[in-house]
């Protein structure tokens, strides 16, 4: 695994289950990152090298996700029977100028449409989507694309029952609180004044910033009545897919990143994009009726169980 980082983002979660799920199928796996760093955040089964010394062999099989110059550089001038490219988020909100940049090699001054590009051209890489929606526009384009969904570490996010039954009589609302553009917290942070006006006391707790272990996370993610989620464009939607896997119902906008698992007023409740006022509605109707709350919680959760990191892992590995 080429790997430019091992910060806590959902990318590097992602390649982390998935690598500890095939060192369990019996494969040796090796990640390569700047200056051989170890992930302090997650427990992994395999060792870290400092990134230079992945040429020190020829690969069965170099799995990569992020397109920057350093990775990509390593990635097309380490040897391996097979190099897998897994493409982690596209912005949906840009798929026509992507198109451009990658299909009619339209200028850009973005480096990381530029990396994918050349990734994209490369004849000894293939491509891998990690959501329906991604592979399916790639598909459309006429560009060849396998697909490993993602999912859940159930015995990480679950239902604490303890912790949903003592939620306090006063609304708590969770979401990420990611401050990076696309995750759409100032839509959040919008709708939930909305929801004040109704509901003075209710309380908007955000996880980011609080450097949480991961094993409190299933505790933070049950504290909540209802969860928001206001992204603009996700690959996989970690956030939501957590929140439902521990029986929490969701507000989310109708984006790629939430199609395999939101359904909208079955698994979920799905708003448009930059939306607080109807982001605030469907929050309300969910506060205003604990049955409702029940029904949509129950529903999402047994849907976003059938997504499982070894599922997932062994869809990769099909593409060995």
Same mark, same amino acid.
């Given at each position: 695994?080429?790997?430019?980082?091992?910060?806590?983002? #959902?990318?590097?979660?992602?390649?982390?289950e998935i690598?500890?799920?095939?060192?369990?199928?019996?494969?040796? @796996?090796?990640?390569?990152?700047?200056?051989?760093? +170890?992930?302090?955040?997650?427990?992994?089964?395999?060792?870290?090298?400092?990134?230079?010394?992945?040429?020190?062999?020829?690969?069965?099989?170099?799995?990569?996700?992020?397109?920057?110059?350093?990775?990509?550089?390593? @990635?097309?001038?380490?040897?391996?029977?097979?190099?897998?490219?897994?493409?982690?988020?596209?912005?949906?909100?840009?798929? %026509? +100028?992507?198109?451009?940049?990658?299909?009619?090699?339209?200028?850009?001054?973005? %480096?990381?449409?530029?990396?994918?590009?050349?990734? /994209?051209?490369?004849?000894? @890489? +293939?491509?891998? !989507?990690?959501?329906?929606?991604?592979?399916?526009?790639?598909?459309?384009?006429?560009?060849?694309? #396998?697909? !490993?969904?993602?999912?859940?570490?159930?015995? /990480?996010?679950?239902?604490?029952? &303890?912790?949903?039954?003592?939620?306090?009589?006063?609304?708590?609302?969770?979401?990420?609180?990611?401050?990076?553009?696309?995750?759409?917290?100032?839509?959040? &942070?919008?709708?939930?004044?909305?929801?004040?006006?109704?509901?003075?006391?209710?309380?908007?707790?955000?996880?980011?910033?609080?450097?949480?272990?991961?094993?409190? /996370?299933? #505790?933070?993610?049950?504290?909540?009545?209802?969860?928001?989620?206001?992204?603009?464009? !996700? #690959?996989?939607?970690?956030?939501?897919? $957590?929140? /439902?896997?521990?029986?929490?119902?969701?507000?989310?906008?109708?984006?790629?990143?939430?199609?395999?698992?939101?359904?909208?007023? $079955?698994?979920a409740y799905?708003?448009?994009?930059?939306?607080? $006022?109807?982001?605030?509605?469907? !929050?309300?109707?969910?506060?205003?009726? &604990?049955?409702?709350?029940?029904?949509?919680?129950?529903?999402g959760l $047994?849907?976003?169980?059938?997504?499982?990191?070894? +599922?997932?892992?062994?869809?990769?590995?099909?593409?060995?």
């Amino acid at each position: 695994m080429i790997q430019s980082g091992v910060g806590i983002f #959902g990318g590097v979660r992602r390649m982390i289950e998935i690598s500890n799920n095939l060192v369990d199928f019996g494969h040796n @796996v090796v990640w390569f990152t700047p200056g051989g760093v +170890e992930c302090p955040w997650m427990d992994c089964k395999f060792p870290f090298k400092n990134l230079p010394l992945a040429k020190g062999r020829s690969w069965d099989v170099l799995v990569s996700n992020r397109a920057s110059g350093e990775v990509i550089s390593m @990635v097309t001038s380490t040897k391996a029977n097979k190099k897998l490219f897994y493409i982690l988020g596209l912005g949906e909100t840009r798929l %026509k +100028e992507f198109e451009q940049v990658l299909m009619h090699n339209a200028p850009t001054d973005d %480096k990381q449409l530029k990396s994918l590009r050349y990734i /994209m051209q490369h004849p000894d @890489v +293939e491509l891998v !989507a990690n959501s329906t929606w991604q592979a399916e526009w790639l598909w459309s384009l006429g560009v060849e694309c #396998g697909l !490993a969904v993602g999912a859940v570490n159930h015995s /990480m996010f679950f239902p604490v029952k &303890e912790v949903l039954t003592k939620r306090p009589s006063t609304f708590v609302i969770g979401t990420s609180g990611d401050p990076r553009t696309r995750k759409g917290t100032p839509v959040v &942070e919008a709708a939930f004044e909305i929801i004040l006006r109704k509901y003075p006391d209710a309380v908007l707790r955000k996880y980011h910033g609080l450097n949480l272990p991961q094993s409190e /996370m299933a #505790g933070w993610y049950s504290g909540n009545h209802v969860f928001l989620d206001g992204q603009l464009w !996700a #690959g996989w939607n970690n956030p939501v897919a $957590e929140s /439902m896997a521990c029986g929490v119902p969701v507000v989310c906008t109708k984006i790629g990143g939430n199609k395999d698992f939101c359904f909208d007023d $079955e698994t979920a409740y799905l708003v448009p994009r930059n939306n607080p $006022e109807h982001m605030a509605r469907a !929050a309300l109707r969910l506060l205003d009726n &604990e049955f409702e709350r029940d029904r949509l919680a129950t529903a999402g959760l $047994e849907v976003i169980r059938k997504f499982t990191w070894p +599922e997932c892992a062994r869809q990769l590995e099909a593409l060995f």
